[in-house]
């Protein structure tokens, strides 16, 4: 596993979504985003860079109710992509962990892609929105990734007064602490019990 890019396409259509999403984990960090949520395209744009993963996504949804159905789904999608990319996780790092500042907000990740989906975060966002963003979303879409990715994923806003920095910080962090857990690291699964499931 160590010389691939590790790579999965999911596609995942309801009744309020349709979702195409590429993701090469070992990519360039490129992005390629067609979706009707700004802020969060930003936000995936950045976790692109910071991954150095590459992502592309074409999505749709029922955007004049809300952005939940749309924000979840993809954070469905992009979960279960990390998952399907990663295989059977022979040769990779497993664990990741980034503190990411942005100007006056310090946040933290921390990962264990365990085959064992669980989600902790700390810390709230001051501001209900962000541009026209609900920043309850942050919380569903990171939750989304880490049940369907199959990975324990803890975050924290440790400190911070402006709530888009306190996103990006999250995002960025994340993306940086995924990239440390995928890098190439023997040639064994990292687990004493020989699978991670």
Known sequence: MS????????????RETSIDLFLRLRGRGEADLDMPVPFLRH????????ARADLIVRATGDVEVDDH???EDLGLALGRAIHQALGDKRGIRRYGERHTPMDETLARAVIDLSGRPAFVMLGDIPSERVGTFPT?????????????????????????????HMVEALFKAFAA???????????????????LE
């Not at 936000?43 to 910071?50: C, G, N, S, V, W």
């Not at 569903?140 to 880490?146: C, D, L, M, N, Y």
């Open 69 to 71: 159905h749309l924000v």
């Open 136 to 164: 309850e979303l942050v919380r569903e879409f990171f939750k989304s990734v880490a049940n369907e990715a199959r990975m324990a994923l803890h975050l924290a806003i440790l400190y911070g007064e402006n709530s888009h």
């Open 3 to 14: 010389g691939t890019p590790l790579e999965a396409r999911v596609e995942r259509t309801t």
């Open 43 to 50: 936000m995936l744009e950045l976790f692109a860079k910071h």
């Open 177 to 195: 602490a995924l990239r440390m857990a995928v890098e190439a690291d023997g040639d064994e699964v990292p687990s004493t019990k020989g699978v």
